[in-house]
């Protein structure tokens, strides 16, 4: 069974940067698509950027485009998001997701909408908090 955690969050100045990691324990071969997700209060939760695992392709929200780099280092069974240049509405909960369907990646949609349903991913995060203050 997969297990996801994340670690990195904090708080932080405009302009600053974080790195957020994502450690998931019974990572096999299943996996095709890891992603960051945020929560801000009030709000839904969000697609903030995705690797299909297989193909290595990223996506990322226009919001994040420039600013944060998602990265995937399977043998380490870990996944990265590098924040850059944070904005106070960057401020949430990040969350890690994993999908790891047998049946794999919907092939009714493209890969580019695909990544932002969060009902493609079988497991979870706790989250971790982001603050973007001065």
């Known amino acids: 069974q997969i297990q996801v955690v994340e670690s990195g969050g904090g708080s932080v100045q405009p302009g600053g940067s974080l790195r957020l990691s994502c450690v998931v324990s019974?990572?096999?071969?299943?996996?095709?698509?890891v992603g960051w997700f945020r929560q801000a209060p009030g709000y839904a939760r969000e697609g903030v950027a995705a690797i299909f695992t297989r193909l290595g392709a990223t996506y990322y929200d226009d919001s994040v485009q420039g600013r944060f780099t998602i990265s995937h280092d399977k043998a380490k069974s870990t996944l990265y998001l590098q924040m850059n240049s944070l904005k106070p509405e960057d401020t949430a909960i990040y969350y890690c997701?994993?999908?790891?369907?047998?049946?794999?990646?919907?092939?009714?949609?493209?890969?580019?909408?695909?990544?932002?349903?969060?009902?493609?991913?079988?497991?979870w995060g706790q989250g971790t908090q982001v603050t973007v203050s001065s």
């Open positions: 997701a994993v999908a790891n369907n047998k049946r794999g990646p919907r092939p009714e949609m493209r890969y580019s909408i695909l990544w932002t349903q969060d009902d493609e991913y079988n497991d």
């Open positions: 019974g990572y096999t071969d299943s996996v095709y698509l």
